[in-house]
């Protein structure tokens, strides 16, 4: 006969209350005596600045159609950067493990590496040598070693959430609250300067571009010049059907040589403009200060979860006995 859940319960109420107490006393145990992370965030947010070059002049729509027909479209504003993307990069995660940090545990300037003990650990112990082996370790180099378990740790200890308003929250988790700030300011500057670096060489390879553009269509008006003048030289007089029509044709390549000539002299000067104002792609709407309270571990919350989950293991566990094992062996 099986035994329902809530008589069984309040059978092994007991039991099960002296269960969960030591479960949660170990978690508050933990929580104690663990090395408390503190949460430092910044807020960035991509500036207004990214809009078209075409808006800051009268002739923004002209050089907009132009640039779909010519082929141009090498401006600004087809640039994106992910900011979530940039902060998960690799180089980033590397830059910020190699570099020296202030630590009031080593009262010191000392890399991740170092401030983790990493370069510690020699990785030739029974256990990392199976480590090594299911994970496919291939390399000897223990610098290499400790760069990448380094990097992951620091993996662990940044988030990046995305507002639907398109704001950017990082946070980095550290057991110093001054190194989580310098960390989470590192990360927004290191985003900034790269983009606003990216940015300009674009601007600059823009204005290369156009002006070589500009010395081809240059050299075709100057050609369309030249043969004008030297029709009017060979006929003062248009009066023949053949002779109008070569001459409408010849006024024609000119006009539109002109036309294209004034058009890339325009998109060149917006692309000097662009190359020599200061980007701002990025703001930082809030740095990051070191913060006064620990984040994890959360007292409360550790304790919500070792309750119920505790609570749920020994109740699973009289209820297999009771209806499974105890049928079984009778």
């Not at 960035?44 to 075409?54: G, L």
Request: glycine share 2%; aromatic share 12%.
């Amino acid at each position: 006969m099986n035994i329902e859940l809530i008589p069984l319960i309040i059978k092994k109420r007991i039991n099960i209350s002296i269960f969960v107490v030591i479960c949660l006393f170990f978690g508050f145990l933990y929580s104690i005596f663990s090395t408390p992370l503190y949460n430092a965030h910044v807020t960035i947010y991509p500036s207004e600045s990214e809009q078209k070059v075409s808006s800051i002049s009268d002739f923004g729509n002209m050089l907009s159609q132009f640039q779909n027909f010519s082929g141009f479209g090498n401006n600004l504003s087809s640039t994106t950067y992910h900011i979530k993307d940039l902060v998960e990069s690799d180089i980033l995660k590397q830059n910020i493990v190699q570099n020296k940090w202030f630590s009031l545990a080593f009262n010191k300037e000392v890399s991740l590496i170092e401030y983790w003990e990493l370069d510690q650990n020699n990785y030739d112990s029974f256990f990392d040598r199976i480590k090594n082996s299911l994970f496919s370790i291939i390399t000897d180099d223990l610098n290499d070693i400790r760069l990448s378990n380094a990097k992951n740790i620091l993996e662990t200890r940044i988030q990046v959430l995305e507002e639907d308003s398109g704001l950017f929250i990082i946070n980095v988790l550290m057991e110093e609250p001054k190194l989580a700030s310098e960390i989470a300011n590192y990360i927004s500057t290191y985003i900034q300067t790269y983009v606003s670096s990216k940015s300009t060489d674009r601007a600059k390879k823009n204005t290369l571009f156009i002006k070589d553009r500009l010395n081809e269509v240059e050299e075709k008006l100057k050609l369309s010049e030249d043969k004008l003048m030297e029709f009017f030289k060979k006929n003062p007089t248009i009066d023949t059907p053949a002779l109008q029509f070569e001459n409408l044709t010849l006024t024609r390549d000119l006009e539109t040589n002109q036309g294209l000539y004034l058009t890339i002299l325009q998109e060149l000067e917006i692309a000097k403009i662009e190359e020599l104002k200061e980007l701002e792609i990025i703001q930082i709407l809030d740095s990051a200060i070191p913060p006064i309270e620990k984040s994890k571990p959360n007292l409360i919350l550790v304790l919500i979860i070792i309750f119920n989950f505790s609570f749920l293991m020994i109740v699973s566990f009289y209820f297999i006995l009771e209806n499974y094992f105890k049928k079984i062996k009778k």
